[in-house]
Structure formats: C-alpha cells, structure tokens
C-alpha cells in the first residue's frame, strides 16, 4: 500500500524527473541519476511509468565506440498538445504548441465586438475545431490557458477588463462545462513573464518583464512562483503615480505612469505633434532614421518617464532579471543604454535589464507553456526558445 507520504514523494519525484529530461533534451537512466539523486531503482520504476503512459521515448543512440550504445530518453513531444489563447482588443490569438513547447500551429481572428456571449461563441468554434484535429494523439488537449488584458482574481474570475467592460466573469466554468478541458486563466502581464522564466531566462529566480503596449503591465515571477498579492491584482504598476496632478487617467487618478510611458501615450504625443491620426511604427521609425528633432524630443522624454518607473521599480523588488518589451524601444537607437544611464542611483540595483526576446507573442507562448507545466506536473519547466526539439 502506498501511504500519503510515499504518494507524495513519487509525485514530487516524477516532477524532478520530467523536468530535467526536458532540460537535457535526451538523457540517459544513468545520468537522469547523477542529475536528479534520485536511485537507479527509483529512475528505473519511474520511467518505466512514464513509457507505459507514453509521455516519452526511448532512442538508441549510434555511435562508433565500443561499449554498449546508451539508451536515451526523450519528452514525447507528440503525447499532446496545449492551446494557449489571448484574448486583446481587437483580435484573439490561438496558439497550439506540443509538450515541448514548440508552436505547431497559429492563428489570429480579427474581432470587432467586446460582447461576452459572441467572444464565448468565437472561442467554442475554434477550440472545437483544434479538438477535433488533435483527438487522435495520446493526451488530445492537455489543457488551455487563456490571457485576459485585465485583473484576474486568484478564483480566477475576471474581475474586470478595462477595454471590454466586463466585470465578474466565469469563463474559466463557461469553457470547462463545454469541453472536458482543464482551463485556466491568467493575466496577460504574467504570462509574459512566465515565458520569459520559461523559454529565455532560465537562471532568472526573481524576474520582472513590463510591456509597454495599450498600458502598461507588469509580470512577477519569484522563486518560480507568479507574485499576485492579496487579490490577485498585484502588478498594475502602469497606475503609480510619477507625476502628482499630472494628466488625468481613467483609473481615477492623475499623472499614472502609463499617461507618460506606455506607447499609446507616446503614439498621441507623436499624433498631436505631426497632425496625423493613424501612425504607425513605420513612420515612427522614417522620423527617426530621418533625425527628426520634434520626435527624438518626445522619445527622449520616453525613455525619461520610463526610467523613472523603472527605477521606482527596481528599488521595491531588487530584481535578478528585468525585461521590457516595447516595440518603440526596438526601433529607438541604444534605448537600453540610455535607460540603464538612466539607473545611476547608487541604491537601485538588478542583474540584468534587457529587451524582450519573445515580443509581443510572450503572451500565448507563455499560456501555452503554463498549459503544459500544469499537464506534467512539474515544479518548473525550462523549454528552449530556439529549438524545443531534442537533437536526433
Ligand atoms: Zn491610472
């Protein structure tokens, strides 16, 4: 009979144990040993689990030594497959990776309505679809994991969502009741940051990573854990104050943060200042190669109002990893170098402050990632950014 402790520690073992023949790609029983502490006997019975289950794979390695070939095991990729859904302005994006974390396929669907019951019925017909055409593999869709541009309360009701007006919204209940799924949802902040810990930064154990996009979010991730606070809500950083009766946000206050430093505030300076309605990054970038004086002022300003949050920043987390993501920081010249000149104070201190990799799909990718962390059951997960697939 197996005891609740026992349980426990085979469970716990199991984590260890996946996780680091993810990390390795492929390994062998022997070194799973050396890496985990774990016994042969314990490598030996618990893989030959994970085999029954199909969740990996054996390969005899070729090689021209002498000696027997080591057996290696790998992830099986192909076991199943996590759908990773946001849900933005606009457009919903769907991202359907394997367990490796490696994007099979992709799609976006232009949306001109924030109307709950047409968004639910949108989401029904797509993942229905990605059911049906993934039924055939051993697990199906292991999970999804929807981002929400908005605060997401630790029961994971949608609390409430600024740009769509919805308040108190089960849709975690509205999706699992249709689909013998398990789902989850997360705000879109920390699954940036999630995919950052998870696919880039993967010594990262206290990493920040703000997106400067419609505002301004910020994701926690600390000791491998999201940082959500008493609600849930922790992260809003986009309504501190840097500005005392600056201009008027419509969280109530004056003079939040992302009224100066989030880049629709800076693409409504740059249009006041051009007389021009639609920009884009385009003829952002044209003024910039151009040298326009009037819009290197306005993203000099930028990256002044960042810094300033920035630093604010890093003086209350002392962070290891800080990442920005902010495609008018991508196309400014050293951004980075000027913002770092920017954090000369001699207390504020971080390892590293760097652009996003990932970009703006941080989002899915990181929601695709947590559907699989949460399907294996693994205390963390370091997947590769540039290759998921172990090396044959
Ligand atoms: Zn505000």
Not at 160 to 176: M, T
Request: aromatic letters at 8%; one cysteine or more.
């Amino acid at each position: 009979m197996i005891t609740g402790d026992a349980a426990y520690i085979k469970k716990i073992n199991r984590g260890l144990i996946i996780k680091e023949i993810i990390k390795e790609g492929m390994i062998s029983r022997a070194d799973l040993s050396k890496a985990t502490d774990l016994t042969r006997a314990t490598i030996s019975a618990q893989v030959a689990d994970l085999l029954d289950e199909d969740l990996i794979v054996e390969t005899q390695l070729e090689h021209n030594s002498v000696g027997r070939k080591p057996i290696m095991l790998s992830l099986n990729g192909q076991a199943g497959y996590a759908l990773g859904i946001d849900i933005d302005y606009g457009r919903i994006s769907f991202t359907l990776s394997n367990l490796l974390g490696c994007s099979v396929t992709s799609s976006i669907k232009e949306i001109n309505t924030t109307d709950y019951s047409e968004i639910l019925k949108l989401l029904y017909k797509t993942i229905k679809k990605y059911k049906a055409k993934y039924a055939d593999s051993r697990y199906g869709i292991v999970g999804i994991v929807i981002a929400i541009h908005g605060l997401v309360g630790k029961d994971e009701l949608i609390h409430f969502v600024p740009r769509f007006k919805w308040k108190d919204i089960n849709l975690k209940n509205d999706i699992e009741k249709e689909f013998e799924i398990d789902v989850h949802l997360e705000n879109n902040a920390n699954l940036s940051a999630f995919a950052e810990r998870i696919f880039v930064h993967h010594e990262a154990d206290n990493l920040l990573s703000a997106t400067f996009h419609s505002g301004i979010g910020l994701g926690m991730m600390m000791k491998n854990e999201f940082f959500r606070g008493h609600d849930g809500f922790a992260g809003e950083i986009g309504h501190m104050i840097v500005v005392p009766d600056g201009k008027q946000c419509n969280c109530g206050n004056k003079g939040c943060w992302e009224k100066y430093a989030s880049e629709s505030s800076i693409f409504e300076f740059l249009s006041q200042e051009k007389q021009i309605p639609n920009l884009t990054y385009e003829n952002i970038q044209r003024w910039i190669d151009e040298g326009d004086e009037a819009v290197h002022k306005i993203m000099e300003r930028f990256i002044y109002y960042l810094s300033i949050g920035l630093n604010n920043m890093i003086n209350m987390y002392n962070p290891d990893v800080l990442v920005l993501d902010s495609e008018l920081l991508r196309i400014y010249p050293d951004s980075i170098n000027k913002i770092r000149n920017n954090l000369t104070s001699s207390i504020s201190h971080y390892r590293e402050l760097t652009l996003s990799a990932i970009g703006k799909k941080s989002c899915v990718m990181g929601a695709c990632a947590l559907a699989i962390k949460n399907f294996l059951d693994v205390p963390i997960l370091n997947l590769s950014y540039e290759n998921s697939y172990p090396k044959k």
